[in-house]
């Protein structure tokens, strides 16, 4: 049963940089079926997709946070890798990883497997 | 970007009655050379991660119950509960994966 969880700080200073890592387990990251993506939640509101990575490194990004993030892979552990930097209050949401269905022709399409998500708070 | 509005915000429905929640997007997410509509909807229920219910429109996921259907094309799409079920509850997005910008619904709460 494929699994993934998220792991990071719950806590980020404004201006400062999130990082979160998401471990997969129960399958293969290195999979050409899938890429790998992250989506936020803001307390008590809608789902926002943050940007998705396939195993090659080739990624996409939300057009409206692009020029503040960053996501990268690690297939020798399993793992990709979120970082959003110069954070406000603005980006305090449950963050969560993802399993992104692709069938190698298009872009990549709906997600399957979701983690449970974390917290994190940007606060002084 | 594609716009996803759905509708209604919420809804309270009945036990065994019928739940019908509404999605538009800003143009159309249906690929011509596969005839495919690029949309999916989710369930989330309070404190867990949102659950893919249905794909390409109207294509159930593995172990879905079958009372949850998905129907549209081009620009509107409907995600059906034909008998609403007290574990039902919760709050449904739609989400379309036409354009690499993936934009999700602001969500439908379905209540009793």
């Known amino acids: 049963q494929l699994q993934l969880q998220e792991s990071g700080p719950g806590l980020v200073k404004p201006s400062e940089t999130l990082s979160l890592t998401c471990t997969v387990s129960?399958?293969?990251?290195?999979?050409?079926?899938?890429?790998w993506g992250w989506i936020r939640q803001p307390p008590g509101k809608g789902l926002e997709w943050i940007g998705s990575?396939?195993?090659?490194?080739?990624?996409y990004y939300n057009p409206s946070l692009k020029s503040r993030v960053t996501i990268s892979v690690d297939t020798s552990k399993n793992q990709f890798s979120l970082k959003l930097n110069s954070v406000t209050a603005a980006d305090t949401a449950v963050y969560y990883c993802?399993?992104?269905?692709?069938?190698?022709?298009?872009?990549?399409?709906?997600?399957?497997?979701w983690g449970q998500g974390t917290l994190v708070t940007v606060s002084s | 970007d594609i716009v996803m509005t759905q509708s209604p915000d919420s809804l309270a429905v009945s036990l065994g009655e019928r739940a019908t929640i509404n999605c538009k997007s800003s143009?159309?997410?249906?690929?011509?050379?596969?005839?495919?509509?690029?949309l999916g909807w989710y369930q989330q229920k309070p404190g867990q991660p949102p659950k893919l219910l249905i794909y390409?429109?109207?294509t159930r996921e593995s172990g879905v119950p079958d009372r949850f259907s998905g129907s549209g094309s081009g620009t509107d799409f409907t995600l059906t509960i034909s008998s609403l079920q007290a574990e039902d509850v919760a709050v449904y997005y739609c989400?379309?994966?036409?354009?690499?910008?993936?934009?999700f619904g602001g969500g439908t709460k379905v209540e009793i």
């Open positions: 993802a399993r992104h269905r692709y069938d190698g022709n298009d872009s990549p399409y709906y997600f399957d497997y």
């Open positions: 390409w429109a109207s």
């Open positions: 989400q379309q994966y036409y354009s690499t910008a993936l934009t």
């Open positions: 143009q159309s997410v249906l690929y011509s050379s596969n005839n495919k509509n690029y």
């Open positions: 990575i396939f195993y090659s490194g080739s990624t």
């Open positions: 129960g399958g293969s990251i290195s999979s050409s079926s899938y890429y």
